[in-house]
């Protein structure tokens, strides 16, 4: 005869940004959410009577739900919020909250570099007839940046399929390819590369953007500005989404601090600026 062993049931990877704001700026957490519930859910299993399982839809909701009010700094406290929320309902015996944060290094008010994020490139390229150098490029990938403000999305054309609200202000976040190529390498290249990624740095916080096209377009910009011997830059921009989580379907006031990241599908932006 066969019996129901040790069982639990959850949500995992439920992704929670939130932001807090404050005069002497903003700081901003990014979290990964794992729960998982014990209870006695057996006649689900054999007798398929779901009326003592939480939906694990409703597990995810919960955590924007309970973020706008109690997510801090303090992540095991948030954590036993979670866990205490579940365990009054009838029939759970044990939840189980596990809590990680993807570190963002302040670099302003309003902005943030992930930390440890980002690679150096470097290519050369030499032809083999005469030994000529075909040529010399540098660059950067997978660095992350965000900023909570200065960045909008309007006025873009609408058809039967598009949903998206237009905004003047929302949180902007991607993950920097830039690859340049030099006309005359530099006689420190180092010195150089590293000139050319604050460049594109302090480009990216300080401009207002109304797109992530427009925010590439003075990220570029800036780079070709700031390094003479630079001849081309091709930029690939994939957006990190932080999506506003509507709160008030639960008859919440939505403060419009909660978001749910995305991983995928994402906006895709390439390009290439030349001199």
Not at 12 to 19: E, G, L, M, Y
Not at 92 to 108: K, L, M, P, Q
Not at 159 to 185: M, N, Q
Request: hydrophobic share 40%; aromatic share 8%.
């Amino acid at each position: 005869m066969a019996r129901l062993g040790e069982n639990r049931w959850g949500k995992s990877d439920v992704r929670v940004s939130k932001i807090h704001r404050s005069e002497s700026g903003d700081d901003f957490l990014d979290l990964t959410v794992q729960l998982l519930l014990q209870g006695d859910v057996e006649a689900a299993h054999v007798l398929g009577d779901n009326r003592g399982v939480l939906p694990t839809d409703t597990m995810k909701n919960t955590v924007y739900g309970l973020a706008q009010e109690h997510l801090t700094r303090d992540l095991e406290a948030f954590a036993a919020v979670l866990c205490d929320h579940f365990l009054e309902r009838d029939g759970i015996t044990t939840a189980d909250v596990s809590v990680s944060e993807r570190i963002w290094d302040r670099v302003g008010p309003s902005s943030f570099i992930d930390g440890g994020s980002g690679r150096r490139l470097a290519r050369v390229a030499v032809a083999t007839t005469d030994g000529a150098t075909a040529g010399v490029w540098a660059g950067v990938d997978g660095m992350v940046v965000l900023k909570t403000t200065g960045s909008a999305f309007s006025g873009f054309p609408r058809d039967e399929f598009t949903v998206l609200p237009e905004t003047e202000e929302r949180i902007l976040a991607t993950s920097v390819k830039a690859v340049w190529r030099y006309s005359v390498t530099p006689a420190n290249t180092t010195a150089t590369w590293e000139k050319a990624r604050q460049s594109m740095i302090d480009s990216f916080f300080s401009e207002h953007s109304a797109s992530v096209q427009h925010q590439g377009w003075m990220m570029a910009e800036a780079l070709l500005g700031t390094v003479e011997e630079i001849e081309e830059v091709e930029f690939r921009l994939p957006n990190q989404h932080h999506l506003n989580y509507d709160l008030s379907r639960f008859g919440m006031e939505d403060q419009g601090v909660v978001f749910q990241p995305v991983s995928e599908p994402y906006g895709d932006i390439g390009f290439t600026v030349t001199r």
